[in-house]
């Protein structure tokens, strides 16, 4: 019987861990691999033209994230900087989105139609720092004038079927 309370004692508990961090957690917006797309770091007519995230620079204190790149995790730090990335542009209405130089994030009103102005690029990472040849297998970013672009998913209206994507 004493065997019996502690097992479900620590179910009870263990639940309640689980849910207790429920609101912590922020829900990730949907979105999709597009693919990876020249930039010119150089140019102010970029593919993408806002900054909206960087977790390179802490002296740019407007876009700074406070948070550092993760070189040792970092699939897990690719997924984390595409979904505040994805947040962040969806709050401010844009359509799609790039990670670039391993740890920004770059978006605009009209990225759904510039992200591909300079062309296509082969320099873009997976989460191995090799080439990013199925971005349907892991996550993506973009090194050095280079953009992996990701386009937002849009959640239908209640009742109005399933979802659809961004054009």
Same mark, same amino acid.
């Given at each position: 019987?004493?065997?019996?309370?502690?097992?479900?004692?620590?179910?009870?508990?263990? =639940?309640?861990?689980?849910?207790? &961090?429920? *609101?912590?957690?922020?829900? /990730?917006?949907?979105?999709?691999? %597009?693919?990876?797309?020249? *930039?010119?770091?150089?140019?102010? &007519?970029?593919? =993408?033209?806002?900054?909206?995230?960087?977790?390179?620079?802490?002296?740019?204190?407007?876009?700074?994230?406070?948070? @550092?790149? *993760?070189?040792?995790?970092?699939? %897990?730090?690719?997924? @984390? =900087?595409? /979904?505040?990335?994805?947040? #962040? $542009?969806?709050?401010?209405? #844009?359509?799609?989105?790039?990670l670039q130089f391993y740890g920004e994030c770059w978006s605009g009103p009209t990225a759904g139609i510039t992200y591909l102005k300079y062309g296509e690029s082969a320099?873009?990472? &997976?989460?191995? #720092? +090799?080439? /990013?040849?199925?971005?349907?297998?892991? $996550?993506?970013?973009?090194?050095?004038?280079? &953009? #992996?672009?990701?386009?937002?998913? %849009?959640?239908?209206?209640? +009742?109005?079927?399933?979802?659809?994507?961004?054009?």
């Amino acid at each position: 019987m004493k065997s019996y309370f502690v097992v479900s004692t620590l179910c009870i508990f263990a =639940l309640y861990c689980e849910f207790s &961090n429920a *609101d912590e957690i922020e829900e /990730c917006p949907e979105f999709k691999p %597009v693919g990876c797309f020249k *930039d010119r770091s150089r140019s102010k &007519n970029r593919a =993408l033209g806002r900054l909206l995230i960087t977790d390179r620079d802490r002296s740019d204190k407007k876009r700074y994230s406070g948070k @550092d790149i *993760d070189w040792f995790n970092y699939g %897990v730090y690719i997924h @984390d =900087l595409a /979904c505040r990335c994805a947040k #962040f $542009a969806k709050e401010k209405g #844009f359509s799609h989105f790039g990670l670039q130089f391993y740890g920004e994030c770059w978006s605009g009103p009209t990225a759904g139609i510039t992200y591909l102005k300079y062309g296509e690029s082969a320099q873009c990472a &997976n989460e191995y #720092f +090799g080439a /990013c040849e199925d971005p349907d297998e892991g $996550a993506c970013i973009g090194r050095a004038n280079a &953009n #992996f672009v990701y386009q937002l998913s %849009v959640t239908p209206a209640s +009742g109005s079927g399933d979802s659809s994507v961004l054009e």
